[in-house]
Nanobody
Framework: QVQLVESGGGLVQTGGSLRLSCTAS????????MGWYRQAPGKQRDFLAT?????????ADSVKGRFSISRDNARGKSTLYLQMNSLKPEDTAVYYC?????????WGQGTQVTVSS
């Protein structure tokens, strides 16, 4: 099993940047891949980006070229990042990390990102 803790959300102006973090602890060596999703009010949760255990990355068209996913393993933890640049008001949502582990899928608690116009 793993435990996930997200951080890094906040309020930013249009065109600004934020970096989200999701730290996984526990059985991190059995993580298959990790990713980011977001959910705006009244909408479904949408895929944004994923990174495989081999370092391969995949992005939704809506964020390709603006968002960058990365992962760092150190000191018994695995931290997932989402660097978000050129933010737009339509990027406003709660952002969630997802950890696909051999024991199942785990979601972070979510972090609010608000982009003001």
């Amino acid at each position: 099993q793993v435990q996930l803790v997200e951080s890094g959300g906040g309020l930013v102006q249009t065109g600004g940047s934020l970096r989200l973090s999701c730290t996984a602890s526990g059985s991190i060596f059995n993580i298959n891949q990790m990713g980011w999703y977001r959910q705006a009010p009244g909408k479904q949760r949408d895929f944004l980006a994923t990174i495989t255990s081999g370092g391969g990355t995949y992005y939704a068209d809506s964020v390709k070229g603006r968002f960058s996913i990365s992962r760092d393993n150190a000191r018994g933890k695995s931290t997932l990042y989402l660097q978000m640049n050129s933010l737009k008001p339509e990027d406003t949502a709660v952002y969630y990390c997802l950890c696909s582990h051999v024991s199942g899928d785990y979601w972070g608690q979510g972090t609010q990102v608000t982009v003001s116009s």
